[in-house]
Structures are given as C-alpha cells and as structure tokens.
C-alpha cells in the first residue's frame, strides 16, 4: 500500500504538486478506491494501462493526463469517479469540506463562474454532507444552466439543494454576470 | 253454288262534319264572365252551378283554355283593383275591417270560381303549366291589394300602432288582428315575414330598448326582474292570439336581447338590490325570477354563478379569517354549517337545484374552509362538542343529520390527516373521561368515516373501542379474583394498546400510598394472565371521585384529575403545604403542577384549597392550605380538567410537526409502489401520481415528494436514467 508519504515522493519525483489536479486523474486511471491512498494492484495495473514503465515516461505523460481533463466525456467521468473516490471508507455520502475543497479543484478547470457562491450557500445553509445525486446533478447544472439562471428549470428534476441554491441567488440579487450584490456574504 | 263476291259489312265513320260557331268562345266566355261579376256582387244565389261548370268544361274541351283562364285573371284583377279602392277609401279604424271583411269576401269568391272552373283547374293548368285556380287568386290579391302602393305600407303602420297601443295598455281588437296576420300567412310564407314580422321585430327592439333603459335607471333589480317576466309574458300571450307561433321565438329572442342580455352585468351588479343583496338576504323569489330569466340568454347562468362564487368564496374567506370567530370553535363551525344549509336552500330552490350551482358552491367551500389551516382541529372540536353533550337527547334520526353535516365538511378538507390526528386525541379524551352522550353515535360516526376513508384511516380508532371494552372485562376479572378489596378505593384501569392512542410521554407522579398499592395488585393480576406485555401508568390522563368533609362538616364528592388528587390527598397529613413540598411529594412536573395548583386555589366556586399569598399566579414560595370554608350549592363538585379543548400555539406547532413528520413514511411508500408498477417514470408524472394517491389524505407538497425521491435515490431504491436525467427507474 503507498500511502501519503508515499505519494508525496512519488509527486516530487514526477515534479508534480500533490495538490495538483492532475493526481486525480492517475488515480482515475489507476481505479484507486480513496485519496490518498493507492493499493499495490491499483498502482500496477494503472501504470500498466497508462504505458508508463519508467519516471521519464510518467513525466512525459503528465501534459496528455492533464488534457483529458479538457475531454467533455472523460472530465464527467473524472468528475463522478471523485466522489467516490474522496468519501470516507464505508460512508455513503461526501462530508462538506471535502466536497468544497473538490469543488473549488474541479471547476478551476471547468471555470463554473458559480462555484464560488455554490460552496459559500452550501457552508450558510446547509453544513451536511453532499449525497451522490446532489454531486453528479451538480455538474449537469454547471453545464446546462446558463450562470445568469435564466433558463432554470423549476420543474427539472433537480435535486432539492440545488432549487435552495437557486432561491439563494435570486435572493440575493445574481445579476447577469454571476456577481452576488448582498455585500453582508464578505 | 253462287259466286258472288263477299261484301265485308263496313261501318263508316261519321263524316258529319260539326264546324263550330266561331263566336263560342266568346259566348262561353261572356257567360262566365257575367257570373264572376255577380260572385263578386255577392249575386251568386242566382247562378246555376251546373251550367257554368259545364260551359267551363266545354270550353276547356274544345280547346279554348287558354281563353278561358287570361279571361278569368282579367276579370279578377279588375274586380281586385276596385276593392284595392274601397279599401284604400276607408277611414281610420275602419281600414283593417274593411280589408278583413274584402278578404273574407274574396275568398268566398275564389272559392266559387274555383269550383266551377275545375276542370280547367285539372287539366289545362297542369298541362300548360299555369298557376291553379286557388293559388292565382291569393297571387293576384297580394299583388294588387296587399302590394297597392296605398295599401301597404298603411297596413304595416296601423298593425305596428296597434301592438304598440297594446303594450302601453290599451284593449285593441285581438280578432282582427289575428285574420290580418292569418291572411298574410295564407298569401305566402315570406309575405307574412317580409310585410309584417321582421318589421314587428324591429320596432319591437327599438321599444324594449327604450324601456329597459328607462326601468333600468328607475327599478331596483327585483322590480326590473318583474317587469321584464311581465313583458315576456305579454309577448307569448299576443303571440298565441293574434301571431305566428314561429313568431314567438323571434320576439323572445327580442326581449331577452333587450331587456335582459345589455343589461345583465349592471342587474347582477346593482347596489342595494343585485344578486349579493338576493343571496345575503335570501330573497328566493326574487333569485328563482332571476335565474329562469337568465337561463334564456348565452352566458346568462354562467355570470350569476360567477358573481355568486366569489361572494361565497370572500364572505367564507372573511368567516374563516376573523379573529374574533376563531374563539370560539364551536360556534365556528356551526356557522360553516350554517352557511353551507343557506346556500343549499338556495340552490335546491330558485336555482332549480342546478348541479353547476352546486359544483360552483362545493368548490368555493373547498377553497376558503382550507384557507384557515385550524379548520380540521375545529371540526373535529366541533364534533367533540356535539358528541360530549350537544347530541344529548337528541332522537337517532336527528343524530345522523348532523353527523352527515359533518362528514360534508370533512369532505372539503384537503389535509384529512389532521383531523385524523386531532379526532383521535379528542375521542381518547372522551372515551376515558366516559363523556360521551352515544356509544351508538360515536359508532356511526367511524363508519361513516370509514366508508369515506377506507380501512385504514379508522382503524386505529376502532382499536381505542376495542381497548375500552376489554378494559372492563379485565377490571370484573381483576376484581373477581380480589374479594378483599371490596373496602378500599375502587380502582378503574382502561388498558390501552400504544398503537392506537395517541401518543402521550409517559410522566408518572407519586400516587397516595393506598392507590398505587392497589395499582401494583391490578399490574401483577394483568401481567400473569399476559406475559411479555409493558405497562406503564399515564397518570397525565386519569381521574378520580374524592370524597371530601370541609371545616364546617360540610361533605362533598369532588371529581379530580390524578394530579389533582395527589395533591388533595397529601393534606390529609398536613394542614400547611408549601409549593416545594408538594412538588417533592408528588413529584409532578412543573408546568403541569402549577396548572393543577391553580384550577384548585384558584378558580371561584372550585377553590378546595386556600393559596397564601392570595395572587393570580402560583409561584415556588407559595403555601396551600385546605379552604375550610369552600361552599358549593352541589354536593358533586367537578374540578378535573380533561376536556378536549382548543390547542395552544406551542401544541399545535407540535402537533404539525407530528403530521409532517407522519407524511414522509406515506410519501415514500407511495413513490415505491408507483414506481415498482411503471418501472421507470420521468420526474413531472411521478410527482403528479403521488400527489393523486395521497390526494384523500392530504396535499402533498411537491418540495417534500422531491425530497423524499432524493431520499429513496440515496437508499437504492430509485436511480437516475444515465441519458435523461429526468427519468427515474425502479431498482429491484
């Protein structure tokens, strides 16, 4: 088992920040079940199906990791396997912080212009954690539904949380570019 | 043997050549000619039918038809010219008798002429395709009497005038009016409506209009209602004299247009005396006139009921939001009941017991009784009420009246659920304080539920009889099998299974010493014969009969809650007590102490004990002693406080709590046994056939069937479709 300490050599080795991004995607690719954590089968068979054999190969393949995050398809799955992937052993659902610290990681690279607001209603209104259905309806959201909220759906389906966000923003006056004007949130 | 030539015997044809006088058609002619004149002279006694149908005849047979007939419109038309005069000659009234009397004349003639001439009326006319005899005569007397310059538009004038003579009272001459308008139906179909009628009707409009709007700004509706009816009538009655039957609706349209359909709005609408006024004051008549006017134009039903909705609905929505109603909920539904019996009278009777009506007043109760969320804890208070003491007496007829009064508005509650929760707390608190005036009633009642509900919504309650019965089967067991007992306090226990009441927290206090002694044999009597089984005493909803001797010997029966006679009790060891002392004693808590301190100190012509200081409220420092000089005029003093009663805030916020809370496991269940029969369903439909499954309970809030559809997606048993993520499916 490689823990955390392990993983930080690793990260020096390959010259990449632990905190980086693109360590999700290894472990996308290495099927790891929790952060921070590979098991020596995980580790093996996704190095395997990567075609890294060698500390060069592994550096030369971060570039090409790091873009399929750009991959509509392929950041979905990244995204939904991150779930799962970041809970706690035998929970069901994402404690809080967690999520909000995945977040805030995912959609830097998505640039979802709402995900600073969506973690500051999360921490005001609802501190519990995020079930599985919130987190991957999230992103459907994120891509669907416009940042101006314009074309919001009330009948959509969406989950309970996430119709409470969208009563937040309106609430407190979103205006057309995603700028929350409730100056009492600083 | 001759050889002589057969001669076949030959008959010739007459060869007699008959050559005609040349001056018989003229002769024939002139003969028959004469005779018209004299038919038209009214000479006709001295003609002889025969000759003249035989001279006809001839005619016709030798071929001088032609000759015949344009004679006969000559001599008509000159003979219909001078009547034409005649007429036009007469004088002012005269007129229409003059031209009756030519007509009926003339038809006698026609009639005659028509006779002698038959056979040409069968033979020539048909085969020359002319006009037959009867038909020409009405042709020609149209043409050249009716259509007379001079004539016609006479006619049509002095008709008008006369109608309108009659519609502003006066007699006319109906019988002459009826064969004028008979003969011009006779003269043709379009006659009668081009000469007379679609004239009649204009006039008619412009009449009515000028009266309506004089009635409107003079009359108050229900006179107005009257006169236009009157007019009505008036119409129909000239109609069936002297008009067309087909003319009858044609001016009904007329009348209704004018009198009725421009002014509807403002009738409906007027202050003082508009429909409103009808409806608050119950003005049957007045309404039932209404209605059978507005029935006949379009639209006419439809504004009455619209205006009469919205009265139900603001008057039931002022009702039900008064503050000052809301004390008292009793009275309050009462007055629901009332309004309710007002309006079904009203609609049984001047509205002709239209169902529309009755939807109309189904569905506006529907909307304002929800609009006060206390209206399922009223009702059930109401029902309290009435099976406590208010049926008291009352025949078993009477008894399922009001009953079914009741269940009508309970019908009209959109959260059943509620009332369920509150029935069950207030029929728990009459079955075990025994207040209630009939088994048979209270019976009635959870059958008639039952029926509305199904099996599950009374089944709980029907549990609660089921304990009671029992109960008393156990206490003639418990007291069989304990004859030593027969000196001390007589102990009633109601054993009540925890699924059907409604749930209490379970606070004991510390009973007098001789009760729970007595309470301990009857708990080990009860578990040997049931093992397995937990009681526990609710001593927050017990009672007991004390019997008390006051300072001056002065004996009385006091009826107590448990609490209370804890209390009472302790002073039969101590003349002073203070507040702490009685609450170690009993060790009740205190909220409830302090309420049962005060309904013993403190209420006038209950007060048992004596509170020093002598001020409102109970306090910790406050000291009790027996009051020696307590009086009642009863001996039977009631001091228990079990009566069902409104909640107070804080209760009811904690009773909505419970009904929310009881929802979610309905939700949820409905949601799973929608979706295991359709397997998959989109989002907007499930939703929709929850709501309709839990319609007879309650409204469901879409927010919380989301929540719980959420819920269920966590747990596995539903799952989001990977393409459309608004398509839920079922997971086995």
């Not at chain 2, 839990?694 to 879409?702: E, I, M, V």
């Amino acid at each position: 088992m490689i823990f955390a300490d392990g993983i930080t050599l690793l990260c020096n080795d390959i010259q990449v920040d632990p905190q980086d991004i693109v360590m999700l995607v290894l472990s996308w690719h290495m099927k790891a079940g929790t952060m921070c954590e590979f098991s020596k089968k995980e580790f093996t068979e996704g190095l395997q199906s990567l075609g890294i054999d060698s500390l060069d190969k592994f550096r030369e393949k971060i570039p090409s990791m790091r873009s399929e995050l750009k991959d509509e398809q392929k950041f979905r799955e990244i995204y939904n396997f991150a779930f799962g992937w970041a809970k706690e052993k035998g929970q069901k659902s994402l404690a809080l912080d967690t999520a909000i610290g995945m977040w805030q990681l995912l959609f830097a690279e998505k640039q979802w212009p709402l995900v600073d607001h969506w973690c500051q209603f999360l921490q005001a209104r609802h501190n519990k954690a995020i079930s599985r259905d919130t987190w991957s309806q999230l992103l459907e959201f994120a891509k669907t539904v416009s940042s101006n909220l314009s074309d919001y759906d009330a009948e959509g389906a969406w989950p309970y949380l996430i119709d409470e966000f969208v009563d937040y923003l309106k609430e407190n006056g979103v205006n057309q570019h995603g700028q929350i004007n409730d100056s009492s949130l600083n | 043997m001759s050889n002589q030539k057969k001669k076949h015997f030959q008959i010739e044809a007459f060869k007699h050549k008959v050559v005609m006088d040349p001056k018989y058609p003229d002769k024939t002619w002139k003969i028959l000619e004469d005779a018209i004149h004299e038919i038209y002279n009214h000479n006709a006694s001295g003609l002889s039918f025969e000759e003249l149908y035989r001279n006809a005849y001839n005619m016709v047979l030798h071929k001088f038809g032609e000759r015949l007939y344009s004679g006969l419109v000559a001599t008509m038309t000159v003979h219909l010219k001078d009547i034409a005069q005649s007429i036009e000659a007469a004088q002012g009234g005269s007129f229409l008798e003059e031209l009756n009397r030519k007509w009926n004349d003339h038809n006698k003639a026609l009639q005659m002429i028509r006779d002698i001439l038959m056979y040409m009326d069968r033979t020539y006319v048909p085969s020359a395709r002319k006009t037959p005899v009867h038909e020409l005569g009405l042709n020609l007397w149209r043409e050249n009497v009716i259509y007379s310059s001079q004539i016609r538009t006479r006619l049509l004038n002095t008709l008008l005038e006369l109608i309108h003579s009659e519609r502003t009272g006066e007699v006319i001459d109906r019988g002459i009016m009826r064969n004028i308008t008979k003969m011009l139906m006779d003269l043709g179909p379009s006659v009668y409506e081009h000469e007379f009628e679609k004239h009649f009707t204009n006039v008619s409009a412009e009449f009515y209009q000028v009266e309506s709007q004089r009635f409107i700004e003079c009359c108050d509706c229900g006179d107005y209602l009257k006169k236009a009816e009157r007019r009505l009538n008036e119409e129909m009655d000239r109609v069936s004299h002297y008009l067309d039957p087909e003319t009858e609706k044609k001016i009904n349209k007329v009348v209704e247009e004018q009198m009725i359909e421009n002014h509807m709005l403002r009738l409906i609408h007027m202050e003082n005396s508009g429909l409103v006024n009808m409806l608050c004051d119950d003005k049957y008549e007045d309404l039932g006139r209404m209605y059978t006017l507005f029935r006949r134009v379009t639209d006419g039903l439809l504004k009455i009921r619209e205006v009469m909705t919205s009265h139900i609905r603001e008057s039931g929505k002022q009702l039900v939001t008064d503050p000052e109603r809301l004390k008292d909920p009793v009275e309050f539904v009462q007055r629901l009941l009332d309004e309710k019996d007002k309006y079904d009278k009203i609609i049984n009777l001047p509205f002709n017991n239209d169902k529309s009506f009755q939807n109309a007043l189904n569905s506006s109760f529907e909307y304002f009784i929800n609009l006060n969320p206390r209206s399922p804890e009223f009702i059930s208070l109401f029902v309290d009420d009435k099976l406590r003491k208010g049926l008291k007496g009352v025949n078993e007829d009477d008894v399922e009246v009001t009953l079914d009064k009741v269940m009508m508005l309970f019908r009209y509650l959109q959260e059943k659920d509620v009332f369920e929760k509150y029935y069950k707390q207030h029929l728990a608190k009459r079955l075990l304080s025994g207040k209630t005036v009939s088994d048979d009633a209270e019976r009635s009642l959870i059958v008639k539920l039952k029926t509305e509900c199904g099996y599950q919504f009374t089944s709980k309650l029907e549990g609660m009889f089921t304990d009671m019965k029992t109960s008393q089967d156990t206490m003639q067991g418990f007291y069989a099998s304990h004859p030593d007992l027969g000196d001390g306090p007589t102990l009633t226990v109601q054993v009540l299974t925890t699924g059907s009441w409604p749930t209490q927290s379970s606070i004991t206090c510390n009973l007098p010493a001789e009760i729970s002694a007595l309470c301990e044999k009857f708990r080990s009597y009860y578990l040997g014969t049931h093992t397995g089984r937990r009681l526990s005493w609710q001593t927050n909803m017990g009672f007991a009969d004390l019997k008390a001797t006051f300072g001056k010997g002065q004996k009385h029966e006091l009826n107590v809650s448990t609490y209370q006679m804890c209390v009472l009790m302790l002073f039969n060891n101590a003349d002073k007590l203070s507040y702490k002392e009685i609450e170690q004693a009993t060790e009740i808590p205190a909220p409830d102490l302090k309420r049962c301190l005060q309904s013993l100190a403190l209420v006038k012509g209950r007060n048992v004990l004596r509170k020093e200081p002598m001020s409102k409220d109970v306090v910790e420092d406050d000291a009790f002693f027996v009051n020696d000089k307590f009086s009642s005029k009863l001996y039977k003093v009631k001091i228990g406080t079990v009566v069902a009663q409104k909640e107070s805030e804080p209760e009811k916020q904690e009773t909505r709590q419970r009904v929310e809370e009881d929802r979610k496991p309905q939700i949820e269940a409905a949601i799973v046994r929608i979706m295991k029969s359709r397997k998959q369903l989109d989002h907007n439909n499930l939703i929709a056939e929850v709501t309709k499954q839990l319609q007879s309970r309650f409204l469901a809030n879409p927010t919380e069937v989301k929540k719980r559809i959420e819920s269920l997606i966590e747990r596995d048993f539903l799952e989001r479709d990977d393409n459309d993520r608004k398509l839920y499916r079922y997971l086995a």
